[in-house]
Each structure stands twice: as C-alpha cells, then as structure tokens.
T-cell receptor, first 111, second 115 residues
Framework: DAKTTQPNSMESNEEEPVHLPCNHSTISGTDYIHWYRQLPSQGPEYVIHGLTSNVNNRMASLAIAEDRKSSTLILHRATLRDAAVYYCILPPNTGGFKTIFGAGTRLFVKA | GAVVSQHPSWVICKSGTSVKIECRSLDFQATTMFWYRQFPKQSLMLMATSNEGSKATYEQGVEKDKFLINHASLTLSTLTVTSAHPEDSSFYIC???????????FGDGTRLSIL
C-alpha cells in the first residue's frame, strides 16, 4: 500500500502557524491525500483532503507539492485545542477504500 | 455534516462476558463500515471491513469468531466481542465513508474494560 512518512512529533506555540509535513512518494495519480486528527480519548476527525491544488477549509489549509510526493497541513493559528495526533493518509494500492493509519504526528501546543 | 454514532461510549464487564458495540450512520447510507482497535499510545489498527448484507472481511491476525460483525442494514453495523478477556480491553472505533476518495467519518469510540 502507498506509504506516508510523518515526523513523530512537533511543537508549536499558541496563536502561531503550524506546518505539518507528510511525504508520500509512491502516491498514484488519482488518489486523494486525506488528513485526520485524533484528540485524546476520541475517534479521529476529518480535517481536509485534496488531489492536486491547494485546498482550504475552516479548519486548515492543505498545500500539495506539484509532483504530489509530499503535502503540508497548515494550521494558521494553533490553539491549545489543536493538540492532537495528525494523520496523513492515502487510499490503499489494492483498491477499495479502507483507511490504514500510520503513527501520525503528535502536535504539542504551548501556551 | 455526516455523522457516525457509536454506542456505548464505555463498557466495564467481567471476563467471559460478550459485549456488543453499535455503529450507526445517522444521515447517510453506508454499504461499508470499518472497525478499528486502538491500544494506549498506539495508532488505530484496522480489524475488519463490514459489508452490508454479506460477510465481513477481517484483517490478518484478527479472529473472526472472537470479533463477530453484523451489518444488517445500510445504517447499522455491530461488533460483538465474544467471551471477552482482559487482553481484549481496548478502545474500539468504527467508521464509514462514501467511496475511495471520500472522507471517512468516525464514531467517538467505545472504551472496553474487561475485569
């Protein structure tokens, strides 16, 4: 299955922007990049997804490299409530649409 | 937006008890749902894919007789942990989505503690 690579953890100050990177060099041409986050003791929450061009929604922005081998989730102003594990995910190579989670990036936000 | 409801939120029961967890898609039809298990400080591990009207597809290493999945309607999938033991204690999460490149929607999870 297409793999993603993310840093284990990152730290940010409150009210500052956060850029969470993800490498996915084996991505296929038609697969979307999805981002989810999981707050403590909760199920994962959808954040954003995109195919080629940059995407924005009320939660975040997604910047996708031109070659699509990497992407960056951007939180414009981190708050304490953004402290979570962030997962960058691709659909499986084998078809279907089950979601396989990697280790993700644990984001720490300092007040 | 789309919502997936999972019930119960937490369960504490004695060893040997069977526990049923429900997962409902509230405002969309889900022909496929997914069940995950998560241990403390670890990522989610996919257990099985629940298919409406047919047998579930289990991931390698997951005992199908231990974790019974029923997906009898387009809005409901259930996971039954049969004869649960302390090692089955975990956080169980369900999800559903509308297709390969569509976002998944997750339940809030069920924390299962077996004494």
């Amino acid at each position: 299955d297409a793999k993603t690579t993310q840093p284990n953890s990152m730290e940010s100050n409150e009210e500052e922007p956060v850029h969470l990177p993800c490498n996915h060099s084996t991505i296929s041409g038609t697969d979307y990049i999805h981002w989810y986050r999981q707050l403590p003791s909760q199920g994962p929450e959808y954040v954003i997804h995109g195919l080629t061009s940059n995407v924005n929604n009320r939660m975040a922005s997604l910047a996708i490299a031109e070659d699509r081998k990497s992407s960056t989730l951007i939180l414009h102003r981190a708050t304490l409530r953004d402290a979570a594990v962030y997962y960058c995910i691709l659909p499986p190579n084998t078809g279907g649409f089950k979601t396989i989670f990697g280790a993700g990036t644990r984001l720490f936000v300092k007040a | 937006g789309a919502v997936v409801s999972q019930h119960p939120s937490w369960v504490i029961c004695k060893s040997g008890t069977s526990v049923k967890i429900e997962c409902r898609s509230l405002d969309f039809q889900a022909t496929t749902m997914f069940w995950y298990r998560q241990f403390p400080k670890q990522s989610l591990m996919l257990m099985a894919t629940s298919n409406e009207g047919s047998k579930a597809t289990y991931e390698q290493g997951v005992e199908k007789d231990k974790f019974l999945i029923n997906h009898a309607s387009l809005t409901l999938s259930t996971l039954t942990v049969t004869s649960a033991h302390p090692e089955d204690s975990s956080f169980y999460i369900c999800s559903a989505n509308g297709g390969r490149n569509q976002p998944q929607h997750f339940g809030d999870g069920t924390r299962l503690s077996i004494l």
